[in-house]
């Protein structure tokens, strides 16, 4: 961040935050005028462009100088310690990196940038959250705790220049941290850029295919969620897609074609845990036309079997498949959210509706008691969704209850029934089945 002024803590009336830019400098800032050895210059000796902020020209800091390390570590040291700030975006920090002359001509330019992100590394200490934006990726692996991975989400799906990857929209975001979804985990915590749920308007053009594909790739990379739209202006109907993508899982789906497509279209996330296992598969199709697609499971990384499918975003049970599953209307820039879940011979819990990862992270436990299902759900706030169950042939429902209470059961499918509630904290969801009895054979008949 760059400040003006010398505040002495923060609040409205002693500081003005700036965009958060660390290792550049605006031009009006006193800095540039009172410190001129402190920049990058070139072979003129002029100050090296970082970049052109909003017309406003800013210039390269050079990294290698020592009074340079000393006023970012100063700097960065007292919004720490004395504002007590606990989380720091660094942005267009790939300016440290620029060509020029630096004071050190030995180090290189990652080696600069480098430098850099250390002394703020240094300052802030091992409990900030840092995350980098703008940056080169390689020099910051082991600084910084987040990364962005991808340029900025913008309110349209395609760039306003149709061939400049670079340019802000979701279509360009989403392409990047999927092909960076590997890192997660590994190197940082991705940060996809804003999630938008906002309905359709002057600042928002983005369809609802577009919103949803945009909140379901966020949610199944499980990097960082952040929301950038006026939540006390955004309708509930939009604003339950916000719900539904928190809190994330913290782990990344698998994009499967990865080195077959340069768009990917699958995205795969297998879903481990002690009461079951299944899998979360966005399919999504990036054409700006309606096609049919066919995708096999063995494509998926799934094992050979026979699998329960739900589509998340229609609430609609597909049936149970083994090799294939066919998506017939796949609208343009539609995700669509299957869930696989293993076919059993006992009722069991099929899927949960409150979060886009379908039980990941809002499912608590799931016992068995003789022929009940127990479900604990767990999940801050207050939000509407259902409970699907499994049925298998031979077996029937035969009463339900939240918290006690009794409630009643829809028929989804054949085999499938859910039970709809509205989540606040906690609640316990309980089921009891009945193994219908085969009628006994009359004396005399034929068995087969």
Request: proline residues 7%; glycine residues 8%.
């Amino acid at each position: 961040m760059l400040y003006r002024g010398e505040p002495n803590r923060l609040d409205p009336g002693s500081a003005r935050l700036l965009e958060p830019a660390d290792l550049p400098a605006m031009t009006d800032l006193a800095l540039f005028a009172d410190h001129p050895d402190w920049f990058l210059r070139d072979e003129a000796g002029e100050p090296v462009v970082g970049w052109i902020h909003w017309g406003t020209t800013c210039y390269a800091l050079d990294c290698t100088h020592p009074e340079v390390l000393t006023w970012l570590r100063q700097t960065f040291r007292r919004m720490r310690e004395e504002w007590g700030m606990m989380f720091f975006k660094i942005d267009f920090i790939f300016a440290a990196a620029r060509s020029g002359r630096r004071h050190d001509p030995t180090t290189t330019r990652a080696q600069a940038l480098r430098q850099g992100v250390e002394a703020i590394r240094e300052a802030i200490g091992d409990e900030a959250f840092l995350l980098g934006c703008g940056a080169p990726l390689g020099p910051c692996v082991g600084l910084v705790d987040g990364m962005r991975v991808g340029p900025d989400v913008d309110p349209n799906w395609h760039p306003i220049w149709r061939n400049d990857l670079s340019m802000p929209s979701v279509e360009n975001a989403l392409r990047n941290s999927i092909a960076r979804a590997p890192f997660h985990g590994r190197l940082w915590l991705n940060d996809p850029d804003c999630l938008l749920v906002r309905q359709r308007g002057a600042d928002m053009d983005l369809v609802l295919n577009e919103m949803r594909t945009l909140s379901a790739v966020v949610a199944l990379l499980g990097g960082l969620t952040i929301n950038s739209d006026d939540l006390t202006s955004i309708r509930p109907g939009r604003l339950k897609y916000l719900r539904q993508t928190l809190p994330p899982t913290g782990i990344s789906a698998r994009p499967v074609d990865l080195f077959q497509s340069e768009m990917p279209r699958l995205l795969v996330l297998p879903v481990e845990r002690e009461w079951g296992h299944w899998w979360v598969v966005g399919v999504i199709n990036w054409d700006d036309r309606t096609t049919e697609t066919t995708i096999r499971l063995a494509d998926l990384g799934l094992p050979p079997g026979r699998y329960h499918v739900y589509h998340y975003w229609r609430r609609r049970y597909l049936g149970v498949v083994g090799e294939t599953v066919t998506i017939r209307r796949h609208q343009p820039h539609e995700t669509a959210v299957l869930i696989f879940k293993p076919v059993s011979d006992r009722p069991h819990l099929l899927v949960t509706t409150f979060h886009v990862c379908a039980g990941a992270v809002e499912v608590e436990a799931v016992s068995r008691q003789a022929s009940d299902v127990r479900v604990v759900l767990q999940k801050a706030g207050r939000q509407f969704g259902e409970v699907l169950f499994a049925v298998p042939e031979g077996w029937r429902p035969v009463k339900a209850q939240v918290d006690g209470v009794k409630r009643d059961l829809r028929q989804v499918a054949p085999g499938v029934v859910a039970l709809g509630l509205t989540l606040e904290g906690k609640a316990v969801v309980e089921v009891e089945f009945a193994e219908e009895q085969t009628a006994p054979s009359s004396p005399g008949s034929d068995p087969s």
